[in-house]
């Protein structure tokens, strides 16, 4: 199994990216989904989590109205949109894949059976 994060950078505060994660080698349509963040020295931190038919998503509360998840089954590809982009949303961004479908396990990170190697983002003030 493969998650293979992409699609960070480096952005001006205001700004949009868009994160890519593709899955390979795993049964994607039996895993929610979920990003998490991680600044050096800080823990890790839910972002957003997806379920496996894509229509139950969950945000951190600093994100809401900011990011949207969303996933591509056919593709087994996860996004995460980012717009209103702030220097505090700085971080490493990791994919995760869980067999949790209650989503308030989602921000558990020890929940997660796979992980992608991370995207850096970078917000300028």
């Known amino acids: 199994v493969q998650l293979q994060a992409s699609g960070g950078g480096l952005v001006q505060t205001g700004g949009s990216l868009r994160l890519s994660c593709s899955a390979s080698?795993?049964?994607?349509?039996?895993?929610?989904m979920g990003w998490f963040r991680q600044v050096p020295g800080k823990e890790q931190e839910f972002v957003a989590g997806?379920?496996?038919?894509?229509?139950?998503?969950y945000y951190e509360d600093s994100v809401k109205g900011r990011f949207t998840i969303s996933r591509d089954s056919a593709k087994k590809m996860v996004y995460l949109e980012m717009n209103g982009l702030i220097p505090e949303d700085t971080a490493v961004y990791y994919c995760?894949?869980?067999?949790?479908?209650?989503?308030?396990?989602?921000?558990?990170?020890?929940?997660?059976?796979?992980w992608g190697q991370g995207t850096l983002v970078t917000v300028s003030s």
């Open positions: 995760g894949a869980t067999r949790e479908s209650f989503r308030l396990n989602w921000p558990d990170e020890k929940n997660y059976d796979y």
């Open positions: 080698g795993l049964a994607f349509a039996y895993y929610a």
């Open positions: 997806i379920n496996k038919g894509g229509l139950d998503k």
